[in-house]
């Protein structure tokens, strides 16, 4: 396809909203601190690092369990964690950076479509890009992935979005995040956060230190606009 032909096809930014701008890393370890205290696990950011990050929740918790020789209803205390941590995400919106939302305005206005993947709620989100115009879409959907989305819920987010993977930038919070990016062939930004450092986010484009105006280029150069 010539670039003349490409420039046609519509061109997408899909963000991983929890982790890359909410302070979900954080939230997700208070909400287990809060959940597993109450069936006699602990948890704190070493024993999520060691144990849980990187695999499905039903995994990451089989882990911890097995490492400290006790037994729990899985699925039960998932569901009560998935709960609690949308409860707390919906409440961390205020924080937003204005930064952020000016960042993907000027996104908008190259006509890119942007996709918040997020588990606030979908309204919530929605009502803090009320007054920007463009092609934006919120989308919930609830990865099996413990503090990450998997490569299903990039290449989903795609083709709900009718875009093609490969004119697509993904932007995300988590190393274990950046390789389902690549699996689903999309570029990729990431925005670290310390409770994930160690995470490998090599095959990144770029690591993100702010929203603003040179990231746009950025976004712009990486989907050739």
Known sequence: ??????????RGMIVEFDYAVLPGHQLLLEVCKAQFAEIGLKVDAALMAHHMYGRPFAAALTALMTQQEKTVDVPAVIALCNTAFSAALTGALPTV????????????????KVVIISRA??????????????????????????????WDVWRRAARKND???????????SGFSVKGVLTSSMSVMFKENPLVAYQDFSGADIAIEKFDAALVKEVARILRI
Do not use: H, Y
Not at 97 to 111: G, I, M, N
Not at 123 to 150: C, I, P, R, Y
Not at 163 to 173: F, K, M, P, S, Y
């Open 1 to 10: 396809m010539s670039d003349s032909n490409e420039k046609r096809v519509p």
């Open 163 to 173: 875009l093609r993977e490969r004119l697509c930038v993904a932007i995300t919070g």
């Open 97 to 112: 950076p204005a930064e952020f939302k000016k960042f993907v305005e000027a996104v908008l206005a190259k006509d890119v």
């Open 121 to 150: 709620s979908a309204d919530a989100v929605k009502a803090l890009f009320a007054n920007v115009e463009g092609n934006l879409v919120v989308q919930t959907d609830t990865s099996s992935g413990f503090g990450f989305l998997g």
